[in-house]
């Protein structure tokens, strides 16, 4: 069995821990986009690293990013904050101008080693649910990297342009954001 923290979205602000929306509790000194684009950049999703329950060592925080602008591509940006990485604190990220602040409250379940046969499990749609750990719905790892965990679109107000968005470990020690 391998361990999933499911998400439970609960409206309220939580600048340092795992959250949706509001602002960061840092950024980078560098974005990975433009100078031009950033002020249609906003901030989305805010991964604490101690709060997965797997190890992910060096990484403090993941961080995803989208367009402001209504009609522009979903996929989200990724930023990974490391540990003693140089990074700037206070009003230094746009909020997402559509997204409310939530918090996330994490539930504790065993998903499979392998995903079932969803004509077979008639609870196996739990599987495609916000959780971070636990198995890989979409089955994934072998194109994409190890399966961190995904968001389901609408969750918190999460918005993938009608995808879910999942997260993978890459080779590279980089984080790659999947919409399905």
Known sequence: MKTAHYLEFKTGSNPTGTCIGGRPAETP????WAADDHEVMGFSVQICV??????LPGVRWIQLYQSIDEGDDPMPVVVVI???????TGDLANSH?????????????DDPDVMTDLTEDPDGGRFFLSKLGGVDPWNAESENGRFLGQLHEGSG????GGCDCGLYLRSEGDVKAVLR
């Open 29 to 32: 000194t560098k974005w990975p």
């Open 50 to 55: 101690a709060d997965l329950p797997f190890e």
């Open 82 to 88: 490391r540990v003693g990485e140089q990074t700037k």
């Open 97 to 109: 101008p559509r997204l409310e602040e939530h918090t996330v409250r994490m539930h504790v379940k």
């Open 157 to 160: 107000d999460l918005d993938f």
